[in-house]
């Protein structure tokens, strides 16, 4: 592509990478705790024996670092509810700098609870820290899709779920026990969040806020012009995209409340694709791998199940960086066809692999290769593209309301899935993946016969579709791309 083409403008790429800080230091707050967590557990029993001239009963102990481990999970399912009166009321780039407040609170909470000897504030720290997860993973895709150009604007949303990618990989080295990972280092690795939050805090003011934002919501039309020709430097494009928003502000009201949402016709099949599409990816198994990979290794009698372990990891990154090239070339529909399905065939092989591990124990090699393509085949579709589709489905009023309702199925379907998997391994056995697989078939017929392609197109454009209509018309416009 070329850079003419491509419209990209130091501005633009230093916004979206001022953005995207956020979800790296969400992603090494998902992958630092799994190696030092016998140490934190340590740490939690000698808390409790200093006080009571005990040890911590072990149910107390598995409780309690279950806790610790969920909490973030659950405090993101909280976060997420606040999206839209921020989004609405700040702005994109001020609710993010926002946010940002919750990380450097959460991230000292975490340090400090070492120091102060009390396990009740490592858990605050990371329940805070799930907050601003649960409101960045959301208000990232809105102020990157808000500032990028129609050819740019999926690759730049992909980026979002690379940088998360790269932060666990970051947390997984961190947090080995060569590393950080170590009774002397734990809270000190803790803390390393703080960088990129404080790399935030210099770069993001000094970004336009979202021409669209300021434009359809705040009717700014001169900032929004002004913000544009930042982020353009040409003044043919910065003229036709004021023209294209325009067209849709014409289009648009005020403003939209949660119960509007939910029962207005033009919404109705947005929000069962939204619905779909990201329980289908939260619950297609790969968030079990991230979770219990070391676990799965160590079942498999590999020595380096925790490096193995890195290997998910630096699968994890390059696929993602996969997905950023593909996502403008293939559309976002291909991709999530073929990850879903490819997904589904690998759960398939997890319950063949699992099920004859022990009369066939040389297979335990096929099941660590299943194991990198389930994820290769996850970050290549439906992982980013998950978090990202609701902003391109949804027009301006109802979009924060739109990640919101993502941010909760994401942060949900992960906190669910951290609870039930344990149990449902016990009470399945290798047949728990074909509940994964069932899962992503679903999300793979639904968006077979409904998702429209979003590639290419202008958002009142991908709107018009939805407008007044009772389904979605898939092979009877010449404007509507499904594989083409």
């Not at 000190?188 to 021409?211: D, G, K, R, V």
């Not at 160590?298 to 372990?309: G, N, Q, S, V, W």
């Not at 970050?379 to 990640?403: C, H, N, T, Y």
Request: hydrophobic content about 50%; glycine content about 6%; some cysteine.
């Amino acid at each position: 592509m070329a850079f003419e083409e491509s419209q990209l403008t130091a501005t633009l790429l230093t916004s979206v990478v001022a953005a995207v800080f956020g979800s790296l230091q969400i992603g090494y707050h998902t992958g630092n705790v799994n190696s030092p967590a016998r140490i934190i557990e340590e740490f939690f029993n000698s808390t409790w024996k200093s006080r009571n001239n005990e040890s911590m009963p072990d149910h107390s102990l598995t409780f309690l670092w279950s806790l610790s481990v969920s909490i973030k999970d659950f405090g993101a399912l909280l976060g997420s509810l606040g999206v839209k009166d921020l989004a609405d009321s700040y702005g994109r780039r001020n609710s993010i700098l926002i946010a940002n407040a919750l990380s450097i609170v959460g991230a000292c909470l975490m340090f400090i609870s070492k120091a102060v000897e009390s396990f009740e504030v490592l858990i605050v720290g990371r329940l805070i820290f799930g907050l601003f997860c649960g409101l960045v993973m959301s208000l990232n895709p809105l102020y990157i899709q808000g500032v990028s150009p129609i050819n740019l604007r999926g690759a730049f949303a992909t980026l979002n779920q690379v940088s998360f990618a790269s932060g666990i990989l970051l947390g997984m080295v961190v947090g080995l026990e060569t590393v950080l990972g170590t009774e002397k280092y734990w809270a000190i690795m803790l803390s390393l969040s703080l960088i990129p939050a404080l790399l935030q805090y210099m770069t993001l003011p000094f970004c336009p806020e979202s021409p669209r934002y300021l434009f359809i919501n705040r009717r700014k039309e001169k900032e929004a012009e002004a913000a544009l020709r930042r982020l353009r430097r040409n003044p043919g494009k910065v003229m036709q995209e004021m023209e294209e928003m325009r067209e849709e502000a014409s289009h648009t009201e005020a403003g939209v409340t949660v119960r509007e949402f939910f029962i207005k016709r033009r919404y109705r099949q947005p929000i069962i694709l939204v619905l779909i599409i990201n329980l289908g990816s939260q619950l297609s198994g790969f968030n079990a791998i991230i979770n219990y990979s070391t676990k799965m290794f160590a079942k498999a009698k590999f020595e380096e199940a925790t490096y193995l372990t890195l290997g998910v990891g630096a699968i994890n990154v390059a696929f993602t960086i996969v997905a950023f090239f593909l996502v403008e070339r293939a559309g976002r529909r291909k991709l999530l066809l073929v990850g879903f399905l490819s997904v589904a065939l690998c759960n398939l092989l997890m319950t063949v692999t699992d099920s004859i591990m022990d009369t066939a124990p040389d297979i335990r090699s096929i099941q660590v290769l299943v194991i990198f393509f389930l994820i290769s085949a996850y970050e290549v579709g439906p992982g980013p593209i998950s978090w990202f589709i609701a902003a391109e489905l949804f027009d301006q009023p109802a979009r924060p309301i739109a990640m919101a309702f993502t941010s909760m199925l994401n942060w949900g379907g992960k906190f669910l899935l951290a609870l039930l998997f344990p149990p449902l391994l016990k009470l399945c056995g290798a047949y728990v993946y074909l509940i994964f697989m069932s899962m992503a078939l679903i999300a793979f017929t639904y968006t077979m016969f409904r998702l429209p392609e979003t590639k290419g197109r202008t958002f009142e454009d991908i709107a018009a579709e939805f407008r007044g209509a009772e389904g979605i018309p898939l092979h009877n416009k010449t404007t509507f791309n499904t594989f083409s």
